[in-house]
């Protein structure tokens, strides 16, 4: 059996003390260059490595970031982990992924993970079924700050990154108005969700602006199946829309997939406008018109806050990635 090097039997080894040797390989100033070099030396001989859970104990610091998704494959999440991942190896963190699967008993299972763990700090992103956040805010009074984003609790308190909601449905709307489109079918998701609700608002919001004369019927879906479900039921030739707005990537797969079905051709027969991150809509020809959501520009803003956090700052606030449109050939 292999054994560990240990502080210990390099101090044996040299004949120092075991904080003489600790200090060495730390560089402490107080440690003569030629100790540092035999215990550096030494160490690297025998392939010496720091017990990170005592350290983590003693410093009550774990360096480990916990991200808690619905599931790493929806849509945008797999770029704002990967910017997650990538500002923890600049700073010295370690990231581990816990999935809710949009099940709140799973939600609450993984705060609990994160408590037993003493992680470092949190990123959540809630259920639609998540109406008491008092578990998460435990994890505050544990000195383990939590950021939410993309879905967020409505409740003010909080640290929150959120996409311009508001904004991207208003650049939407816009750029329907824009084309002069006469009969609009805009399709939302969970009516749960407070990013439901901004959007719809500022999209419906939009067209009852004087002089505009599109008409919008707006329905729901909370899947991309049921989102194909809905686009099949309101796109037929006695409803004759021509556009449709889907409020996010998940929902533009289940109208796409419809579209397919009902063999129309984008723009000529229906046109098709987003709200996206930018992945989903570059997968079809031709590429969908949308209004920006950068999972990956999410991800660097939430990092900065959680460093800021753990910097000290006590004050809570919502920071918001703004909103562009990226033209296709949809609309």
Do not use: W
């Not at 100033?29 to 030396?41: F, L, W």
């Not at 508001?166 to 805009?186: D, H, N, P, R, S």
């Not at 051709?265 to 809509?281: W, Y």
């Not at 460093?307 to 990635?321: K, N, R, Y």
């Amino acid at each position: 059996m292999k054994h560990n090097t240990t502080l210990k039997k390099i101090s044996h080894i040299l004949d120092l003390s075991i904080s003489t040797v600790s200090r060495a390989l730390k560089d402490h100033p107080d440690i003569s260059d030629r100790t540092k070099r035999k215990v550096i030396e030494l160490a690297n001989t025998l392939e010496y490595e720091p017990n990170t859970y005592a350290v983590n104990l003693r410093t009550n610091n774990s360096k480990v970031f916990t991200l808690i998704v619905p599931s790493v494959t929806y849509y945008f999440y797999d770029s704002f982990i990967s910017s997650i991942e990538e500002e923890c190896r600049k700073s010295g963190y370690s990231l581990m992924i816990l999935q809710s699967g949009d099940d709140i008993e799973t939600e609450l299972n993984n705060i609990k993970i994160c408590r037993h763990n003493r992680v470092s700090g949190v990123f959540a992103c809630v259920t639609p079924a998540t109406s008491d956040i008092k578990p998460f805010l435990k994890l505050d009074e544990l000195d383990i700050p939590v950021i939410f984003f993309d879905k967020v609790p409505a409740f003010d308190a909080c640290n929150k990154v959120c996409f311009a909601d508001t904004q991207a449905a208003k650049i939407a709307a816009e750029a329907i108005i824009k084309k002069q489109k006469k009969k609009v079918l805009g399709l939302f998701g969970n009516t749960n969700l407070s990013i439901t609700k901004k959007r719809l608002d500022a999209f419906t919001d939009a067209f009852q602006q004087p002089n505009i004369k599109t008409k919008l019927v707006t329905d729901f879906a909370m899947s991309h199946d049921e989102a194909r479900e809905k686009t099949l039921y309101h796109v037929t030739e006695k409803n004759k829309f021509d556009t449709i707005f889907c409020m996010s990537d998940e929902i533009l797969t289940g109208t796409m997939k419809a579209i397919q079905e009902l063999h129309l051709t984008i723009p000529a027969n229906i046109s098709v406008i987003s709200i996206s991150n930018g992945i989903i809509p570059k997968l079809y020809y031709p590429e969908i018109t949308y209004a920006e959501t950068s999972g990956y520009k999410l991800g660097k803003l939430a990092f900065t806050r959680m460093m800021t956090c753990l910097s000290g700052s006590t004050f809570m606030q919502e920071l918001i990635v703004e909103s562009a449109l990226v033209p296709g050939g949809s609309l």
